[in-house]
């Protein structure tokens, strides 16, 4: 069964950093492209970032881009999110979705939730 | 960038009804279109791929057909489970989600 768990959410002030991780079980994490997509509260979802199974393509929305950065570790069966320079627009819930053979998001986490105020 | 507009933004439909949910975008992205379910508190789940490929466990009465700019997922009778938010997702150039339907039991 396929599981994705994030973590690292919580409270941080404008202009602070989180990391948020996802682990992955019960598929071949490391042939697979990941991807982070978020949904501030009441709203829709936004995508936020992309990489390939081998950290050789990497994408970001313009909104994050400079300020967020997206790894893996395959040795790990880990996704990661480096977020800095946050703001009160980044208050969000972060999912961490696997990218199917059919290029859609087949299987998401639960979401870990990102807070940004003072 | 793809814009990608869903109406209508709300529909109250009863039990039974054939419920349909359009889709269109601001230029043509092929069948490269995706439906997704979000119940509240819950994570999305893929309903359909590349614009009329039923996923691995949805029921059939969903559906989902179109291609160039105009989809649509269809409901062939609403069940009390299906009371979510809908969305749609492009992915022919980056990925780009609609703002979403919500449906309810009328």
């Known amino acids: 069964e396929v599981q994705l768990v994030e973590s690292g959410g919580g409270l941080v002030q404008p202009g602070g950093s989180l990391r948020l991780s996802c682990a992955a079980s019960?598929?071949?994490?490391?042939?697979?492209?990941m991807s982070w997509v978020r949904q501030a509260p009441g709203k829709g979802l936004e995508w936020v970032s992309y990489?390939?199974?081998?950290?050789?393509?990497?994408y970001y929305a313009d909104s994050v881009k400079g300020r967020f950065t997206i790894s893996r570790d395959n040795a790990e069966n880990s996704l990661y999110l480096q977020m800095n320079s946050l703001r009160a627009e980044d208050t969000a819930v972060y999912y961490c979705?696997?990218?199917?053979?059919?290029?859609?998001?087949?299987?998401w986490g639960q979401g870990t939730l990102v807070t940004v105020s003072s | 960038d793809i814009q990608m507009t869903q109406s209508p933004s709300t529909l109250s439909a009863s039990v039974g009804d054939r419920v349909t949910i359009t889709c269109r975008a601001s230029?043509?992205?092929?069948?490269?279109l995706a439906w997704y379910q979000q119940k509240p508190g819950k994570a999305p789940k893929l309903l359909i791929y590349?614009?009329?490929g039923l996923q691995s466990g949805v029921p059939s009465r969903f559906s989902g057909s179109g291609s160039g700019t105009e989809f649509t997922l269809t409901i062939s009778s609403l069940q009390p489970d299906d009371v979510a938010t809908y969305y749609c997702?492009?992915?022919?150039?980056?990925?780009?989600f609609g703002q979403g339907t919500k449906v309810e039991i009328k």
């Open positions: 979705a696997k990218y199917s053979t059919s290029y859609s998001f087949d299987f």
């Open positions: 019960g598929f071949t994490f490391s042939t697979y492209t």
């Open positions: 990489i390939n199974s081998r950290s050789s393509a990497i």
């Open positions: 230029q043509s992205i092929s069948d490269w």
């Open positions: 590349k614009a009329s």
């Open positions: 997702q492009q992915y022919s150039s980056y990925w780009t």
